[in-house]
């Protein structure tokens, strides 16, 4: 065979290697969506067999108006943690990370490095202490408590990642604009964070995700049902004499849904922040 | 004044990181030195932890049978699922460089990372169902008997690994993509220039310049293992009889279920311990 002909197979079979793979890995999600959109009598030999095929959405709208864990209190639960949990630490993780970046304050360095090391810890290494602050402070089964901890869960990476951000960052703009009177403040909410948004938004994208995500702070901290967020309440849903997998699926269609689109729409983001520094 | 005006700016994150991370960190240690009955005996604690059968159950590992304890299988979860999605990760973004669609390919692996650990844990249940799983499609297929995989002792915790590995290779992908775009490409030509072949590209030039990479993709991966939670809380709640228990999930078990704080205390300072330990290379680099 010629060279060109070599070549022009190895890139053949490369392409089939590559798309083969990518089916593989598609194929689960592509079961969730069938098992979604079917009533459990075409499910019970298998999503795969098409005859017979009726569509229906019977399942969406009883997860959205489950008895027990109502999926339409959830996302909205959901939306009313993730939401304040994105937009707090983002401007108190902004404010610390312009402040270890560019002052020069008393131990500065081991106070870093300690908010930087709470990266590293796992979350069951607070939560006995914390329930019991929790309970002390009568935020137990509130929404106000998943706030607090996703806020401070996300503090230590959105500093460090900030911080790099903004080291990265020419000084000069600021110098000429304090040489014109302007405060630290100032200094920082007109020319730092202008120049940061690209950051926030990775921030922004990233944090949202994770908060929508959890699981361990809202399984410890919310028990009655119209406190529980959504992804929470997917293992509620299972049923007591046999698993509804039709009725899970589409709930989990529905609580993935949310942190997909936004993947979808904001990849760049996405991808930058996870690559410039995302440890958690 | 000035450096005390200066402090307001770190001061909210610092009073936050310190009030609701650092000083429960240290309250759990704290909690890890006494006895359920008030008694100081931090020996005796950590002692009687670590000779558990939930935590490290000798009788199962030396006969290879399920439950071996927590604190094995969360070893034996990183001993798989590290190889395999970091070496994984890396071959495909080495082949996805030259595939036509191969972006869009990258975001179909890498959904696994977008999605929550709880559905994630739903979905592989799922797949490995008797009846309903796929899984059992290709088993059948291939003259083996059906059954739900994560049902058995035996094969419960190797499916959840291996579930593990299709959600979660997407993340070695992506840093391993972005690492080969800061490679110049004159080093690949040259090579070439030079009558190497693609393996030998691979092994002297491809792996040793994404060295920083590897080092980020084990440390984090590691990390994720150890604080694993909410994916196998959905697929098996550590069950069938404790085997899927891994760490995480046994310091919630231990002080929520069985209302055991100091002993919670003690797996959970071993967990941090452990992690810090993992990360110091990490948190070097970065710095």
Known sequence: ?280 | MQTLRRFTFVLPTLALVFAFAVYPALQTIRLSLFLPTGEFAPLANYAEVLSDRRVLNLAGLSQGRFPMGSLVHTFIWIVIHLPITALLGLVLAVLLQNVRGGGFIKSIIFMGMVIPGAVGGLVVRFLFERDLGIVNQLVVLLGGSARTWTAYPDTALLSLIFGSVWLWTGFSLVLYSSGLGTIPRDYFDAAKVDGANELQIFGRITVPLLRPITVVVVVMSIIWALKLFDYVYAATMGGPGRATQVLALEIWHLAFVRGNFNQAAVVAVLLGVISLTVSIPMLRRRR
């Open chain 1, 1 to 280: 065979m010629s060279p060109r002909g070599k070549r022009l197979l190895g890139t053949l079979l490369v392409h089939l290697i590559a798309w083969t793979i990518a089916l593989l890995w598609i194929i689960p999600f592509f079961g969730l969506a069938m098992t979604s959109v079917r009533p459990f009598s075409e499910l019970i030999d298998g999503w795969w067999r098409l005859d017979p095929f009726n569509l229906t959405l019977a399942n969406f709208s009883s997860a959205w108006n489950h008895p027990d864990a109502p999926l339409s209190v959830g996302m909205r639960n959901s939306m009313l943690v993730a939401v304040p949990a994105t937009i707090i630490p983002m401007f108190v993780g902004a404010l610390g990370a312009y402040g270890f970046a560019r002052f020069s304050l008393p131990l500065k360095n081991l106070l870093f490095v300690t908010t930087v090391v709470v990266l590293t810890i796992p979350a069951q290494m607070v939560i006995i202490p914390l329930f019991a602050m929790f309970r002390d402070l009568g935020l137990l089964d509130s929404l106000t408590a998943l706030v607090i901890v996703n806020t401070v869960w996300a503090l230590p990476w959105i500093t460090l990642f900030l911080r790099n951000f903004i080291s990265t960052i020419p000084i000069e703009l600021e110098e000429a604009a304090r040489i014109d009177g302007a405060s630290d403040f100032t200094v920082f909410a007109r020319i730092v964070l202008p120049v940061a948004l690209p950051a926030l938004g990775s921030v922004a994208v990233l944090q949202f995700m994770w908060a929508w995500n959890d699981f361990f702070w809202a399984l410890v901290f919310t028990f009655s049902s119209d406190r529980m967020v959504a992804v929470r309440q997917l293992p509620l849903l299972r049923g007591v004499y046999f698993v509804d997998w039709g009725l899970l699926a589409a709930a989990s269609i529905m609580v993935l849904a949310v942190p997909v689109a936004l993947f979808a729409l904001l990849q760049r983001y996405y991808i930058r922040g996870m690559v410039g520094w995302t440890p958690r």
